[in-house]
Nanobody, 124 residues
Framework: QVQLIESGGGLVQAGGSLKLSCAAS????????MGWFRQAPGKEREFVAA????????YYVDSVKGRFTISRDNAKNTVYLQMNSLKPEDTAVYYC?????????????????WGQGTQVTVSS
């Protein structure tokens, strides 16, 4: 069973930065793609970014391009989400997810394992 543990959330002013981490258990390498999603109150969970463990290929939702960067450290089984120039609309619970298959996709239903989430709040 893959376990994903997020950390790094918090309260930040608009324009500030946060870096989220997602530490995966050793058995994560039944997964090939790692993604970050977010869910704001009253809204559906949405895709933010994803990365391939093997190739390092990345994909972002348009609203975060140029502001967020996803990266991974294979030796530490950890994926990061560096968030810069944060906006109040970025406020949400951020979730890490793992997908067994190799292709990067944005739909939540195609991710197999999920973390518990970490709150990010951006004040104006």
């Amino acid at each position: 069973q893959v376990q994903l543990i997020e950390s790094g959330g918090g309260l930040v002013q608009a324009g500030g930065s946060l870096k989220l981490s997602c530490a995966a258990s050793e058995r994560t390498f039944i997964s090939n793609v790692m993604g970050w999603f977010r869910q704001a109150p009253g809204k559906e969970r949405e895709f933010v970014a994803a990365i391939s463990w093997s190739s390092g290929s990345t994909y972002y939702v348009d609203s975060v391009k140029g502001r967020f960067t996803i990266s991974r450290d294979n030796a530490k089984n950890t994926v990061y989400l560096q968030m810069n120039s944060l906006k109040p609309e970025d406020t949400a619970v951020y979730y890490c997810a793992a997908r067994r298959r190799h292709t990067i996709v944005v739909e939540t239903t195609f991710y197999d394992y999920w973390g518990q989430g970490t709150q990010v709040t951006v004040s104006s």
